[in-house]
């Protein structure tokens, strides 16, 4: 997966919202210019998982945009994903690699370490995520990912990568300048009151750096 394609706004879904709200929320991200959606949904049953799954699907590809699947390699499989990100307690890269095969992505959480990337990019990741940038409402007690930490992994690693926790439309512009290709999203853009102006606004942070 070339570097290039993986740059922007990557929305990441909230937990617990009803199916309805969820389809219109990503539909309007993908308005505003989003082209990577990640589906975070770790405590529904999986019928219904499944289901918003091949409905996100569904939509992401009528606007040309990538589906990510978290933490669920069957699931990713089931409805055809883009790709699929995981965590550290949730799975082996190197096992999800050979299953998914080259052309689909893969994406791994590092938190705030810098060896850890680099073991997930030999284990075949194709973008790496950092976290938490800033406070984050989601996960309040984890550990800061600072300014210099992105930066020296976009100098040293040779993929893509990504800023989460805590992101907002004011403050992601120290992470581009940092050299940040991805930014995972989850509050500021799904609590927006303009879901789709908000979105566009992130677009328009890329088009300047």
Excluded: W
Aim: proline fraction near 5%.
């Amino acid at each position: 997966m070339a570097q290039a394609e993986l740059r922007g706004l990557y929305a990441v879904t909230p937990d617990d919202l009803p199916r309805e709200t969820l389809l219109a929320g990503v539909a309007a991200a993908l308005a505003g210019g989003c082209r990577i959606v990640q589906l975070r949904d770790k405590s529904g049953p999986m019928p219904e998982r499944l289901a918003r799954a091949h409905a996100l699907r569904r939509l992401t590809r009528d606007h040309g945009a990538r589906l990510i699947i978290n933490d669920d390699l069957a699931l990713c499989q089931l409805v055809d994903a883009d790709g699929l990100h995981l965590g550290r307690d949730d799975g082996d890269l190197r096992v999800a690699r050979a299953i998914l095969g080259p052309q689909r992505i893969l994406g791994a959480s590092c938190y705030a370490d810098l060896e850890a990337a680099r073991r997930a990019c030999a284990a075949g990741a194709d973008y790496v995520a950092f976290g938490t940038a800033f406070p984050s409402p989601t996960k309040p007690d984890a550990v800061r990912a600072p300014l210099e930490l992105y930066a020296r992994a976009r100098a040293e690693l040779p993929v893509a990568v990504c800023a989460i926790g805590g992101i907002t439309a004011t403050n992601a512009a120290a992470l581009l300048d940092a050299g940040v290709d991805l930014l995972a999203v989850i509050t500021d853009l799904f609590s927006a009151p303009d879901i789709t102006a908000r979105a566009a606004q992130y677009q328009r942070l890329f088009e300047k750096a």
